[in-house]
């Protein structure tokens, strides 16, 4: 039997995995002289290293503050791929948004299990 670690059995730890894939081919053709090119490659990577890190976490606060960075991540690599079609550096960023919508559900889903609501300061406070 397969040893593996906790966050590879995450469905959205996965999906981030497929999601840096993709923008590994779409940054190798898209010119890299480009602000956007370097920060979508810092954020797509930034997406699975902070689910796997929340994943390790023991404090149900403590996972829920990954995850959010996750998900800030992946709602950066959506503004990236709508700079690079602005651009006009790629044709379509339909495959990666929707990759990243699958990826933000999913990561919302696992902050909202992990987080706590206080109604005496009508903020929804993640407990952080």
């Not at 469905?11 to 497929?18: A, L, Q």
């Not at 898209?30 to 920060?39: K, T």
């Not at 960075?69 to 700079?83: F, K, S």
């Amino acid at each position: 039997m397969k040893k593996c670690f906790g966050h590879e059995k995450l469905d959205v730890y996965r999906e981030s995995i497929r999601f840096i894939a993709w923008v590994d081919e779409l940054l190798a053709e898209a010119p890299n002289r480009l602000a956007v090119h370097d920060q979508l490659d810092k954020a797509s990577t930034a997406i699975p290293l902070n689910i796997a890190i929340g994943r390790g976490k023991f404090n149900p606060s403590d996972r829920a503050h990954f995850f959010v960075i996750a998900h800030d991540a992946a709602l950066e690599c959506a503004a990236c791929l709508d700079v690079l079609r602005a651009k006009h550096r790629i044709k379509s960023a339909e495959e990666g948004k929707s990759c990243i919508a699958d990826i933000v559900s999913l990561l919302e889903n696992l902050i909202n299990k992990r987080t706590t609501y206080r109604s005496d300061n009508d903020v929804g406070a993640f407990g952080l």
